[in-house]
């Protein structure tokens, strides 16, 4: 009996033991595993027991460093409290521990970037690194000598960054540099995309009307009327609209019409003819005459005026209401857009519209500049070289790849076929990737990772909203050519009294379209003598001249259209259904 009870307590005592040994190898093991690196690359590397890989942190850096400095991001307040905030969260984390320098965010909103931005740097307070978007800011900062000059910083100790934008030098100097040559401006350098956008028509209506898409501003009306007085949508109601002239609605027929520079505040709409700058009056004639003609017909809503920012006929796009529509990130643009839109409209088929053919020739949609000034170095900055240090660091593979994509075995996979992405872990993806990753990406340079930079990357085919995208996207993809040459980069400051003249004539000149578009008494030919009339008492040959000087002095370094068309070349987008296999 007492054998028993003995054996007993030592099979107690070494279940005890063995049980205490566990406790103390999970709290003190843990810590020298923790500090390798995560591997992200084979389908089993680094994946925790859920399967999921982890975020590749480390805890600690992994390159040397030298330096450090102050960057900003932008904020849109969308960052998950669990996740941090846009200075400290798992994608700043993984920044410092694989950038050769420290780097501390500073959080700035966008909504009034010119205005904050401004305010930092008159009161000392602005990071070394900077987003500015705004290039009339950019030049002022320049110009007030508050952001370095970038040139000799380049040259001397760029590695990455230099190797970069080398390649597509005329093309950076044209949107980050003065006329004389002085680089104020880091920028990126994305994958060639078209340089305007085209508007959707309504197919399913075409099909019904028995109609034909319209390639001519002729066809165009007739095909506006139809949606407008024939009831396409078999509501038994009047409540269609062939077109918006909402903004950015005329940008469409002014490039039909080979007139420059739309859709821009200022709007300079010279063309290149015979080696000089020229204002297309002609043509501005007739496209305003066919507006014109759009408004008296009825097939526009007749407020579009008041519709500032085109937010009317964006709902009216919506609710399935325009039968031809070019909104501010419309269809194939914008995913939530595009959601809503088949979400209303579940029968909607929809195709874009290529250019009208007009009497001036048939314009194509042209390839548009793929490199973009997004920051400035703060001339208060005390290590210049450890921004370069940062901008190099944000210059490579690694960082555009990761930032674009997030972790493989995370938030991504890469399809068998090689040919996209798939999305994985909605949920998890959504909090960490999509709702932050995009703030990081202002500075990655997408031409370095080709394969995932075109739109067979950016769409999930078997998504019906993002299937959808892409095949709009496919077809317009069809229509890229040659457009009307003219300036595709920032016209030089004017002297001051020609830039306050030619503001405001640019203004009359913007509301004397309207006002013969909408008004039945004003004619066409009346409106075409007042604007030249009005543009001549402004100075305007002497603001021509001025320009003109500027182009001939600088033609061979000013980028035209002509140029970006001959060089760009879009990547190849294959059929949806070669995507699917």
């Known amino acids: 009996m007492l054998l028993k009870v003995v054996r007993k307590l030592i099979m107690l005592l070494v279940v005890f033991i063995f049980s205490f040994s566990v406790v103390l190898t999970g709290c003190g093991g ?21 399967g999921i890989a982890p975020f590749p942190l480390t805890g600690k850096a992994n390159v040397p460093k030298s330096g450090k400095i102050t960057a900003t991001v932008w904020d849109f307040q969308k960052c998950p409290k669990e996740m941090g905030d846009m200075t400290n969260n798992v994608w700043t984390k993984w920044i410092n521990e694989n950038c050769p320098v420290d780097v501390k965010f500073v959080p700035i909103t966008r909504w009034d970037e010119s205005t904050l931005i401004r305010q930092k740097f008159a009161s000392g307070t602005a990071p070394d690194y900077v987003f500015v978007y705004d290039s009339t800011l950019r030049a002022s900062l320049y110009r007030d000598k ?37 680089i104020f401006a880091f920028v990126r350098v994305e994958e060639p995309s078209l340089g305007a956008k085209c508007p959707t028509i309504r197919v399913d209506w075409l099909e019904k009307l028995g109609l034909e898409k319209p ?19 078999g509501n038994g109601k009047d409540d269609t609209y062939g077109y918006n002239l909402a903004e950015p609605g005329p940008f469409f027929l002014e490039a039909s019409y080979g007139i420059a520079e739309v859709g821009s505040k200022k709007w300079r709409p010279y063309i290149i003819e015979d080696g000089k700058l020229v204002i297309p009056w002609d043509r501005i004639k007739e496209f305003t005459g066919f507006m014109k003609q759009l408004y008296d017909a009825g097939v526009v809503d007749k407020d579009f005026v008041v519709d500032r920012d085109g937010s009317k006929a964006t709902q009216d796009f919506l ?27 579940p029968i909607a088929k929809q195709a874009p519209v290529p250019y009208l053919k007009t009497k001036f020739g048939q314009f194509k949609m042209g390839v548009g500049n ?27 593979e690694k960082y555009a790849r990761f930032v674009q994509l ?48 075109n739109p067979m990357f950016t769409y999930d085919v078997k998504d019906p909203v993002e299937r959808a995208m892409y095949l709009h996207t496919y077809e317009t993809w069809k229509h890229v050519g040659i457009e009307q040459d003219a300036v595709d980069q920032p016209y030089p400051a004017l002297p001051k009294e020609l830039n306050t003249r030619e503001s405001s004539a640019m203004k009359k000149a913007r509301e004397l379209i309207y006002k013969c578009v909408t008004t039945r008494s004003y004619s066409v030919d009346e409106f075409f003598k007042e604007i030249q009339n009005e543009w001549n008492k402004a100075g305007g040959p002497e603001i021509e001249k001025y320009y003109n000087d500027w182009y001939t002095k600088y ?27």
Request: charged share 30%; glycine share 6%.
């Open 146 to 182: 508050m952001i370095l000059r970038l040139n000799d910083l380049i040259e001397k100790n760029s590695t990455e960054y230099k190797k970069v934008v080398e390649p597509f030098w005329k093309n950076m100097m044209s949107v980050a540099a003065t006329v004389e040559g002085d």
């Open 555 to 581: 033609k061979d370094r000013v980028l035209t259209k002509a140029e970006l068309n001959k060089k760009g070349k879009l990547p190849e987008l294959l059929p949806v259904e070669e995507l699917e296999k």
């Open 370 to 396: 793929n490199v973009g000034a997004v920051a400035v170095l703060n001339a208060k900055a005390k290590d210049p070289v450890a921004v370069m240090k940062y901008v190099d660091f944000c210059s490579t």
């Open 215 to 233: 390639t001519t501003p002729e066809e165009f009306l007739e095909v506006c009327k139809a949606f407008t007085n024939n009831d396409p949508d």
């Open 319 to 345: 609710q399935g209401k325009l039968g031809i529509a070019q909104i501010n990130n419309g269809f194939a643009a914008d995913k939530e857009v595009t959601r809503t839109y088949l979400t209303n409209n």
């Open 30 to 50: 843990g810590t020298a595993s923790s500090d390798k690196p995560v591997p992200t690359k084979g389908p089993d590397a680094g994946k925790e027991e859920t």
């Open 406 to 453: 997030g972790v493989e075995g995370r938030h991504f996979e890469y399809k068998p076929n090689g040919r996209g992405i798939i999305r994985l872990n909605k949920e998890l993806t959504t909090k960490e990737f999509d709702t932050i990753s995009w703030e990081y990406r202002h500075n990655k340079h997408g031409i370095l990772i080709k394969d995932v930079s």
